[in-house]
């Protein structure tokens, strides 16, 4: 390897594991899972949740609230509908201490801690919810892995609710001791939490406290008596959400797909901005967003990035990059009449269907180009000879095409599309327009095709797949039809918040993916939140390697 790829492949490395959460190593199947921490050290998943060694399946299942006061375990109680079995377990570090010792002799398979608590930052307001990523009373720290999922179903609920740290003191904090322990990165306090999450004892557990009192709202002031009101509606609320979080608890199976997550085009659109960024500094303008991924957009944003939509949000004499998703020559045109500096990432991928439609339209066919009206690939290729090029979504489109020449039809594909449904469509074509040309070689890329098959692979063992991915993104898009048509449920996610409990109760396997540009360390942060569930085994499906590199463009080459 050259000193430059292997700088790449570092530089790429990096990327993959930024922003500090975990990146699967390849993990044969039937072996348990294994992780590497920031630091590159492995780490093997811990054993948590479900049924420990000695426990019958009743003991497994049984699911333990504690709420410290009377009041609290009543609200939660009335929600929870008799789905728990909820416990008053007292007011205060000792009471709390003291209960959690019992609970240690005490069977169960899972527990959750709810009550009302302090809010420590200005952005809190009475009744919202806090759903502890983890608890500590400064000793010691219990994590709570599936925070995420959790703070995602009770928003989804209509609740207003938070992931966050949680802190436990032994005395009601004021002012500046608030101001103290929200700087250490805590959302909220309590008196209760962290002996009362320590007795799970590595089962699953969440912590949710509703939060009645803030800064600006301070307890014992006018106003106290409303808030500890209003955090009370809030737990008996969350209640039901608590129910079905216990009843996804179980021990699963993930079949990772292979490939999956970032391309080629994908890797290098992000390294051209960031080598610009590292050259002129920010700001950096990029017309469209230059993936379709909200996790990379927010942190290339984090570094000076300025997304626009068209180039009329440019000011004259700024840098500007073009998306992965490539541009129509009028596009170009107009960056060239206002004097922008360009830096061109579309894929190499997505130019050679551009020089397609060029070529074709210059030869005088009428050029089909099979996509989905919108997508900027498509209105892109579609500019390059729009008065030679027709969009065809579907086979019915196909017969509204009036070429002037029967013997004079081409076709073209977007990158991303399903292979099996695009083919279809190519095959109506033919099927009208027999002397109908194609591309010289497959559109639909390499990466999309290879995603495509790996997800079919690991849906035929699934109950349930999950592809990691933008709404907005193609090809994750037709990752799900994919697997939906293979006949698995599949869902498209952003991140672990978007997984809906309901999906999850009774699946013991789950095939598990990530659209071509959906960042790696997201399917790292869904499997950790579903650790939080109980005991994951980890595999992975390969069916093929990738190993394909493109070069970038002169004006960010060293
Ligand atoms: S999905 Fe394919 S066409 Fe799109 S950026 Fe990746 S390699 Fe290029």
Redesign the pocket.
Known sequence: MTERKARGAAERRARNERGGTKAPLAEPKGRAAVWTDEGGREERAPERGGKTAGQSAPEASKFIVCAPLRIEARAVRRGLGGAAEVRATGYGLPRAAKHAAMLADHPFGMLAVAGTGGGLTRDLSPGDLVVGTEVSDGTSTTACPSAPLLAGELRRAGLRARAGRVVTVDHLVHGAERDRLASGGALVADLESAPLAAAAGGRPVAVLRAVSDTPQRPLLRPGGLAGGLAALRSLRAAAPVLARWAAAVGPRQVLLAGPRSF????ER?IEIVERVLDADGPPVYVRKQIVHNTHVVAALERRGAIFVEELSEVPDGARVVFS?HGVSPAVREEAERRGLATVDAT?P??AKVHAEARRFAAEGYLVALIGHAGHEEVEGTLGEAPQAMALVETAADVARLRPDDQAKVAYLMQ??LAADEASQIADTLVGRFPAARGPGSDDI????TNRQQAVRAVAAESDLVLVAGSANSS?SVRLVETAQRAGTPAYLIDSPADIQLGWLAGVATIGLTAG?SAPPAVVGDIVAALRGLGPVEVSERVITTESIHFSLPKEVRQ
Do not use: D, E, H, K
């Open positions: 391309c080629a085009g994908v659109a992965a894929c991928l997505v990158t991303t890329c390499y990466a999309t090809n071509a």
